[in-house]
């Protein structure tokens, strides 16, 4: 690959395009501080299937979770409350809060975004115990910068998608 790396999202949905080695495929885009995953649904089927998969689940402190929508609209359950996020608008979901997408258009195109990085040990369905929270919030987690990374990401974007 050449610099600046440009990386295609159309040939790379469903899938996180930056973030630790185990998930993402190019070298270029490891990032232990974001995470970002395209996520793009194309009709009905795709659509229940996202619905279907999708856990009611929380990361452990200091991880953010962000959805920015490109295309479309999604439906976000955070703790008892549904949120609709519209067409280039990004919704929060600060840590320890309770998520799940729980509709979305049948064409809805939306990025994924977790700063700092979570993994299997800092994604945890709802139903475990707050201790397990507690725990992780003692664990030294980075966090250097993540908050102007992830803004970056997003004013990026904005302006790819400004004219569309």
Same mark, same amino acid.
């Given at each position: 690959? =050449?610099?600046? @790396?440009?990386?295609?999202?159309?040939?790379?949905? /469903?899938?996180?395009?930056?973030?630790?080695?185990?998930?993402? %495929?190019?070298? =270029?885009?490891?990032?232990?501080?974001?995470?970002?995953?395209?996520?793009?649904?194309?009709?009905?089927? =795709?659509?229940?299937?996202?619905?279907?998969?999708?856990?009611?689940? &929380?990361?452990?402190?200091?991880?953010?979770? @962000?959805?920015?929508?490109?295309?479309?609209?999604?439906?976000?359950?955070?703790?008892?409350?549904?949120?609709?996020?519209?067409?280039?608008?990004?919704?929060?979901?600060?840590?320890?809060?309770?998520?799940?997408?729980?509709?979305?258009?049948?064409?809805?195109?939306?990025?994924?975004?977790?700063?700092?990085?979570?993994?299997?040990?800092?994604?945890? %369905?709802?139903?475990?115990?707050?201790?397990?929270?507690?725990?992780?919030?003692?664990? /030294?987690?980075?966090?250097?910068?993540?908050?102007?990374?992830?803004?970056?990401?997003?004013?990026?974007?904005? &302006?790819?998608?400004? /004219?569309?």
């Amino acid at each position: 690959m =050449e610099d600046p @790396y440009i990386l295609d999202l159309n040939e790379n949905k /469903n899938k996180w395009i930056i973030g630790t080695p185990d998930a993402v %495929d190019k070298l =270029e885009f490891y990032s232990e501080q974001v995470q970002v995953k395209n996520n793009k649904v194309n009709g009905e089927d =795709e659509k229940q299937r996202l619905i279907a998969k999708e856990t009611f689940h &929380r990361h452990a402190l200091p991880i953010k979770e @962000y959805c920015l929508v490109l295309t479309g609209t999604l439906k976000v359950k955070v703790e008892n409350e549904e949120h609709e996020v519209n067409r280039m608008n990004l919704l929060v979901v600060r840590h320890s809060k309770c998520h799940k997408v729980s509709d979305c258009s049948s064409d809805v195109e939306y990025l994924t975004i977790r700063a700092p990085a979570s993994d299997d040990f800092t994604k945890m %369905d709802c139903k475990e115990s707050s201790s397990t929270v507690k725990q992780l919030i003692n664990d /030294n987690i980075k966090i250097d910068n993540i908050k102007d990374e992830v803004l970056g990401v997003y004013a990026h974007i904005s &302006r790819m998608y400004k /004219n569309v």
